[in-house]
C-alpha cells in the first residue's frame, strides 16, 4: 500500500486512531455537466477516517479497527453507489462520500460506552484528487 499522509486535524483528546481501508465502487452522476462522470465508472476509493477521544472502552480500544471497517468496506465495496439510499435524490460525488461515510461512523460511535468522535474523513477517489470532510463542532457530540 502506497503511504498517504493527510491532513491533521488539530483537537484537544488524549487519544487518536486512523484507519485506512479501501472500497472498489462504481457511481455516476447524471448530468451533462459532471462531464466524463455522467456514465457508469469505477473508482479504488482510498478511505482514511480519524477518530479522538478520552477515554477508552472495556479492552482499551476507542473503537476496534474491526468494527470501522465492516460499517464503510461491508456497506461500499463493490457496489454501485447510485443504489444506496443514503444518495436517493442526490448524486454519489466524493464529497457526499465522506460525508454518509462520516455520519455512519459517527452513529456507531455514540452507541459506544465511551463515546468517541469521528473527526475527519478523507476520500480519495483517484491519486491525485481527495476530499476531506469534518463535521461542524455541534455535530459531534
Known sequence: ????????????????LNKDMHVAAAHFIPDDAAGPCKNMHGHTYFINITIAGDALDELGFLINFKRIKEIVHKRYDHSVLNDHPEYKGVFPT??????????????????????PNC???????????????????????
Open 94 to 115: 466524493t464529497e457526499r462520500v465522506a460525508e454518509q461515510i462520516w455520519k455512519a461512523v459517527q452513529a456507531e460511535l455514540q452507541t459506544q460506552m465511551n463515546k
Open 1 to 16: 500500500m502506497i503511504q498517504q499522509f493527510y491532513p491533521q486535524v488539530q483537537h484537544s483528546y488524549r487519544y487518536e
Open 119 to 141: 473527526l475527519q474523513v478523507v476520500v480519495r477517489e483517484t491519486p491525485t484528487s481527495y476530499v476531506v470532510y469534518r463535521p461542524k463542532p455541534e455535530e459531534l457530540a
